[in-house]
Nanobody, 115 residues
Framework: QVQFVESGGASVQPGGSLRLSCVGS????????MAWYRHIPGKGRELVVE???????VYPDLELVRFFVSRDNAKNTVYLTIGTLRPEDTGVYYC?????????WGLGTQVTVSS
C-alpha cells in the first residue's frame, strides 16, 4: 500500500522560511513524477509544484517559484523549501505522485504564517 508521511510544518512569521519533508512507502518512486500540493482554507487543494524524474521543478504558476522542490530517490523522500512565506501560504501541505494517487493522500503538514 502506497503511503506518504509529511513533516516539517510550523507556525512562522511572514518572511520566514520552512523546509518540508515527505517520505513515501509502498513502492519505488524514482520513476514517478512527484508533487507537493496544498489545501488553503476556502480554496480547496491545489498543485504547488511538480518534480519530474530528472529532478526538475515544474511550476503551474510562476508566483510559486519561491517554493524549491528536491528529491532523494535513495530515501524515497521529497523536500519543499519555502522562502519568503506569506500569510496566504497558510494551509496543509501534502505530497503525492503527479498526477496524484487518489487513495494515497497522507495527513499533510500544517504551515501557518502569521505575525
Amino acid at each position: 500500500q502506497v503511503q506518504f508521511v509529511e513533516s516539517g510544518g510550523a507556525s512562522v512569521q511572514p518572511g520566514g522560511s520552512l523546509r518540508l519533508s515527505c517520505v513515501g512507502s509502498g513502492r519505488d518512486f524514482s520513476r514517478d513524477s512527484m508533487a507537493w500540493y496544498r489545501h488553503i482554507p476556502g480554496k480547496g487543494r491545489e498543485l504547488v509544484v511538480e518534480i519530474n524524474t530528472e529532478g526538475a521543478g515544474v511550476y503551474p504558476d510562476l508566483e510559486l517559484v519561491r517554493f524549491f522542490v528536491s528529491r532523494d530517490n535513495a530515501k524515497n523522500t521529497v523536500y519543499l523549501t519555502i522562502g519568503t512565506l506569506r500569510p496566504e501560504d497558510t494551509g496543509v501541505y501534502y505530497c503525492n505522485t503527479y498526477p496524484p494517487l487518489r487513495d494515497s493522500w497522507g495527513l499533510g503538514t500544517q504551515v501557518t504564517v502569521s505575525s
